[in-house]
């Protein structure tokens, strides 16, 4: 399996990729090259929770818990999702607007073992060989239930720090920049990495940062116990 791309055609050649992730993940991320260069709209590896018209967002290393808790926040009954995996941002002198990139969503079959209440939607899928499927989740939350964009007031970074006694930790701009960087932003699947774009990512991420509470969330706990944890963060006032 490889990936080649042409940055000066925005072109990705995929070979010997059989796996839908992977297909997606490439396919927004040429998208993303493309508008972050030509529309100064920025791409975010990572879940957006409308909750009660505030924007809340999740972004994390891989295998930190993402998913679960983006899908975890949907359960609240304000809740709207945007997305749960890869969202856009349009920046103006007015809040960050942050917008989905897909109509469905690709979840793993396990989210129903922690989540009752997405057991349904997983016995309706049809799973490939990762234990992965497309699903709507309209089926749970209603058709009102995913909407297609919405201002972002809170972010919130994950970690899986077993020696960092910390569950939750306030971070200011220079923080959270300095933690999403050595974290390459969160972000395997980004066409090009050179210093051009390093500049843009940052300083799109610094006005994001200046704009939202930010949060450093450690999900050593299980995932009741760090669900109620964000949860508790979404009740403080800015």
Known sequence: MSV??????KT????????YGWVKSIALAVAGDILEDEHRIYSVHGAVIDISCLGVSIIAPSGTGKTTHSWGLLRIPTARLISDDWYFVRLSSREPLAFGSEKNTYIQADIGKIWNEYERLIDKAQLDERGRAIVNVRWIV??????????????VLLKRDPSDKHTVTPLNVKEALI?????DFCNPHQ?????????????????IFESCRVYLVNTTGTPQ??????RKLLTLKK
Not at 179 to 183: P, Q, V
Request: charged letters at 25%.
């Open 191 to 207: 066409m090009v990495r050179d210093k051009r774009k390093l500049e843009l990512r940052t300083g799109f991420f610094h006005r």
């Open 225 to 230: 116990e760090t669900q109620t944890e964000i």
């Open 12 to 19: 990705a050649f995929l070979i010997n990729v059989d796996y």
């Open 179 to 183: 933690y999403l960087i050595e974290h």
């Open 4 to 9: 080649r791309y042409d940055s000066y055609t």
């Open 142 to 155: 209603g058709g009102g239930g995913v909407i297609p964009m919405a201002t972002l007031h809170t972010i």
